[in-house]
């Protein structure tokens, strides 16, 4: 009866370990893919400030959906009123295909599904992030450059939902919203 006993003892053990250690397996796993993402994002955007990454990675931003982030302030835009109008979610998909993002790479389906659901203030702050560390990379004349592109593209964002009645009228969200992403790109 000992034997039997030790035999079942030894069995509940290993399966106790088994589970154990496949959990602790997975974590790692986890952690790893983590820190491959983390390092990917950081050669793809010259970018090692660890809270820009950590930020730009939780609003869904990795390597290959990297030139979403160039179509970010047109999806705040067109969320500014809490809703999303047809012709403005096809103005940020224009946008989107005139950046060189077809429907089947990885950043168009990102911009999809904020299109899709409002993405927030994560985005908003990740973006903030991205611009700040832009800003230090970049030459003068290039950020110039790159900050008026991105505000002229808002602007046709704003233009695309027609004002009150359709009339080009911008709202005072829109205005306000326009004067944040000016001061976040300084």
């Given at each position: 009866?000992?034997d039997?006993?030790?035999?079942?003892r030894?069995a509940?053990?290993?399966?106790?370990?088994n589970?154990?250690?496949?959990?602790?397996?997975?974590k790692?796993?986890?952690?790893?893919?983590?820190?491959?993402k983390k390092?990917a994002l950081?050669a793809?955007?010259g970018?090692?400030?660890?809270?820009?990454?950590?930020?730009?990675?939780a609003?869904?931003?990795?390597?290959?959906?990297l030139?979403?982030?160039?179509?970010?302030?047109?999806?705040?835009m067109?969320?500014?009123?809490?809703?999303?109008?047809?012709?403005?979610r096809?103005?940020?998909?224009?946008?989107?295909?005139e950046?060189?993002?077809?429907?089947?790479?990885?950043?168009?389906?990102?911009?999809?599904g904020?299109?899709?659901?409002?993405?927030?203030?994560q985005?908003?702050?990740?973006?903030?992030?991205?611009?700040?560390?832009?800003r230090?990379?970049?030459?003068?004349?290039?950020?110039a450059?790159m900050?008026?592109d991105?505000?002229?593209r808002?602007r046709?964002i704003?233009r695309?939902?027609?004002?009150?009645?359709?009339?080009?009228?911008?709202?005072?969200q829109?205005?306000?919203?326009?004067?944040?992403?000016?001061?976040?790109?300084?």
């Amino acid at each position: 009866m000992t034997d039997e006993l030790e035999r079942r003892r030894q069995a509940l053990e290993e399966a106790f370990f088994n589970k154990y250690n496949e959990e602790l397996l997975s974590k790692l796993r986890a952690r790893d893919a983590a820190t491959r993402k983390k390092d990917a994002l950081a050669a793809a955007t010259g970018l090692h400030d660890e809270k820009v990454l950590d930020d730009l990675l939780a609003a869904g931003i990795e390597a290959q959906t990297l030139a979403a982030l160039a179509i970010a302030p047109l999806v705040f835009m067109a969320w500014r009123d809490g809703k999303l109008e047809d012709r403005e979610r096809a103005a940020v998909l224009r946008a989107a295909d005139e950046q060189g993002l077809k429907a089947d790479h990885t950043a168009y389906k990102l911009i999809e599904g904020w299109l899709a659901r409002n993405p927030g203030p994560q985005l908003v702050a990740a973006w903030r992030g991205y611009v700040t560390a832009l800003r230090a990379n970049l030459t003068p004349a290039a950020y110039a450059a790159m900050r008026a592109d991105i505000l002229e593209r808002t602007r046709k964002i704003m233009r695309a939902a027609g004002g009150y009645l359709g009339f080009a009228h911008s709202t005072a969200q829109e205005k306000e919203l326009l004067a944040k992403m000016e001061e976040i790109l300084g």
